[in-house]
Nanobody, 115 residues
């Protein structure tokens, strides 16, 4: 089993910044892809950003240039630096990691951006 603990969400004004963290623990041998997804009320969960073990990144068009995903393989932790936040970024943010082909999800951390 793999456990994920997310932190860093909160309330911020438009234009502000937040940094999310997600630490993985448990039966971890090698974490392949790590990523962040988000889900707003009444909407489907959508990809925000992913990063491979080698550092290759992928971003949703809506966050390109504003968000940066990174990871620390030694700490089994993935980060999401969110700058220039907009009210449309308001959502529950979920961490997702893939270990030996099996996806695991965090419990989510709320990000609310006020206008």
């Amino acid at each position: 089993q793999v456990q994920l603990v997310e932190s860093g969400g909160g309330l911020v004004q438009a234009g502000g910044s937040l940094r999310l963290s997600c630490a993985a623990s448990g039966s971890i041998f090698t974490i392949n892809t790590m990523g962040w997804y988000r889900q707003a009320p009444g909407e489907q969960r959508e990809l925000v950003a992913t990063i491979t073990r080698g550092g290759e990144t992928n971003y949703a068009d809506s966050v390109k240039g504003r968000f940066t995903i990174s990871r620390d393989n030694a700490k089994n932790t993935v980060y999401l630096q969110m700058n220039s936040l907009k009210p449309d970024d308001t959502a529950m943010y979920y961490c997702r990691v893939v270990v030996r082909g099996v996806p695991y999800w965090g419990q989510g951390t709320q990000v609310t951006v006020s206008s």
